[in-house]
């Protein structure tokens, strides 16, 4: 275990985003980190403090599915956070590390397990765990790639894509090689060969929901397309994911009495990820907003097993499949299913989407039946508002909001006050896309986002 701890000394993750061929005299010795079989590379990337525990929630802290007072905001103890919750253009990200260091460290991981792999000779008796291990990798370093991208780059638009800023993709361990960002373009399509290369060698379930799978595989190709915008994909994958993966929680049978009613891992959780609450997005302190408290009728066991009341007619939230404060942002049965009929509705295929919709909504809400739509542009809206209401708080909402604000008529427009001074951040902002932290711009000579 002692040279699994030693593979990335702590200057590694630090720089790695950008290289560190000026900031470091003398480079580290390999012969004290390097893994010696199989077991070592698993155990490198079962390591649930790093590849599982520290998924980035700036995009969440970002949207407003909940609002701070003024007493709240001014109590939060990081700069960064004060002005990420205002939308301003930059500095924020004043501390280390943040999502940017910390996504990147899951990418190194996944590099160092592929390069290890590459001095392990794939054998007739190892190639089932040597390909699985692959197969880990490739989606690990994809996911983080992801989650950067829906945080950090523009919303994917076809017409612009070879020109908008993407991310520095770091494929390798070689601390020395500077980083210059992709396009978008060539961003996405690192992410959909990984995840496309991974989904041919993964088992098609875990031995357990920490580690990557075909399923898990195919549920992220299906929320990357969806963030594309390229419908039909979206579809095929999360419908894949179902194949293999779709049971869903009867909710009346879940206990609201808990503090936290949700068990983690439970039987919905196909991939499992989270994060530590950010300050702003403390139960306590983030305040559900009226608006999204008020689409939960009395019969929707998700009004009582979501949130909590706070005693004086505001509510925060309780509902994660961390089973505690702790925010989940891993894939589940339950988004599939609404990715799912969202694309079949957007493909021509209403009746089938009304069908997952009624399939979920009959363990969400009691003595449930479908109401009667005239069109299919309001069944489309009936599932987006179905989407917004299930997956609350699980780190995606700034990406939805950011691909529905690419569509005619569904564009969001965002305001928020503190102490009598209006914010407000428009459909078509530069700001959608948040600054990279300026000490990595700053060491790297990467070019910022545009503001």
């Known amino acids: 275990m002692l040279k699994i701890k030693r593979i990335i000394p702590y200057i590694a993750v630090v720089l790695l985003p950008f290289g560190c061929k000026d900031y470091l005299d003398e480079k580290p010795d390999k012969t004290l980190a390097v893994p010696s079989g199989l077991k070592d590379l698993q155990a490198l990337i079962d390591n649930y403090a790093i590849i599982n525990n520290r998924d980035p929630f700036s995009g969440e802290i970002s949207a407003t599915d909940y609002y701070l007072t003024d007493a709240d905001w001014s109590a939060l103890t990081t700069e960064g956070h004060k002005r990420m919750y205002l939308w301003l253009p930059d500095y924020l990200f004043d501390t280390t590390p943040n999502d940017w260091s910390q996504c990147y460290a899951v990418v190194y991981y996944a590099n160092s397990v592929l390069t290890g792999l590459e001095d392990i000779e794939k054998t007739t008796a190892n190639q089932t765990e040597w390909d699985d291990l692959k197969g880990q990798a490739l989606f690990l370093r994809a996911k983080a790639f992801a989650q950067l991208a829906f945080i950090f780059c523009p919303a994917y638009n076809e017409a612009t894509s070879e020109t908008d800023q993407g991310l520095p993709l770091r494929l390798n361990i070689n601390f020395n090689e500077v980083s210059e960002r992709s396009s978008v373009k060539q961003t996405y399509a690192r992410i959909i060969n990984d995840l496309k290369t991974a989904a041919l060698v993964l088992k098609d379930q875990p031995g357990h929901v920490m580690r990557a799978s075909r399923a898990a595989t195919y549920g992220m190709l299906s929320r990357v397309f969806l963030s594309m915008r390229v419908y039909t994909d ?82 925060g939230f309780r509902g994660s499949y961390e089973g505690s404060a702790a925010l989940f942002s891993g894939l589940s049965a339950d988004e599939m299913y609404l990715t799912r009929a969202e694309c079949l509705v957007r493909t021509g295929n209403p009746q089938q989407a009304l069908q997952d919709m009624d399939k979920l909504l009959k363990m969400r809400i009691k003595d449930y039946h479908l109401p009667v739509f005239a069109n299919d ?75």
């Open 234 to 315: 979206a579809a095929l994958y999360a419908d894949s994911c179902l194949r293999i993966r779709n049971t869903l929680i009867d909710y009346a049978t879940v206990p609201g009495s808990k503090t936290y009613p949700f068990t983690q891992f439970n039987n919905e959780v196909i991939f499992e990820s989270m994060a530590s609450p950010p300050r702003p997005l403390g139960n306590s302190r983030a305040k559900i907003s009226a608006d999204l408290y008020s689409m939960y009728a009395d019969g929707d066991y998700r009004k009582s097993l979501f949130f909590k009341s706070n005693g004086n007619g505001t509510y």
């Open 377 to 451: 542009k309001e069944i489309l809206s009936f599932i987006l508002n179905e989407r917004r209401k299930e997956l609350v708080m699980r780190g995606i909402r700034w990406m939805d909001i950011k691909r529905l604000n690419r569509e005619e008529g569904r564009a969001i427009r965002m305001k928020r006050i503190i102490n009598g001074v209006e914010h407000e951040l428009k459909p078509d902002d530069l700001r959608f896309a948040l600054p990279v932290p300026e000490d990595v711009i700053l060491l790297s000579g990467m070019k910022q986002n545009p503001r």
